[in-house]
């Protein structure tokens, strides 16, 4: 893990006979000053030709975790892996997508990162069947 301050994307992973895909969001520090439409974005996107061309993939569900055991608040058909929002805040968190249907050759993690001096410590994982 490391800290990520600027635009950018994971590596690219074929997945021939993936279909299905929970992907874990695990930010462990954040910093930075944010205003409207600043913040951290993390999505997927999927390629049909080998990842010369990339599509946004909206996952199906879609949630902030809780290590409290409270309730996750989930939202439905999203991009964002961290929901109808940016996430702008400090300290960890966790979010967490599921893609119920994935029809691509290829797919990685790509992340938007705004704001005064901003800096997110995270990490993405992709399970899937």
Not at 26 to 44: H, K, M, Q, R
Not at 86 to 109: D, E, N, S, V, W
Request: charged share 15%.
């Amino acid at each position: 893990m490391f800290a990520h301050t600027a635009d950018g994307q994971g590596v690219s992973v074929p997945i021939p006979s993936l279909t299905m895909a929970q992907v874990c969001l695990n930010i462990t520090a954040g910093s930075g000053t944010f205003g409207g439409g600043e913040g951290l974005a993390v999505w997927l996107q999927g390629s049909d030709d080998e990842g010369l061309t990339w599509y946004d993939l909206p996952s199906d569900q879609q949630g902030k975790t809780a290590a409290s055991g409270s309730e996750v608040d989930a939202a439905l058909n999203r991009r964002n892996v961290t929901g109808t929002t940016l996430h702008t805040t400090t300290g960890a968190h966790q979010f967490l997508a599921l893609y119920k249907h994935l029809a691509a050759k290829m797919i990685r993690a790509v992340w938007d990162i705004a704001g005064t001096t901003p800096s997110f410590t995270f990490t993405v994982v992709l399970v899937g069947k």
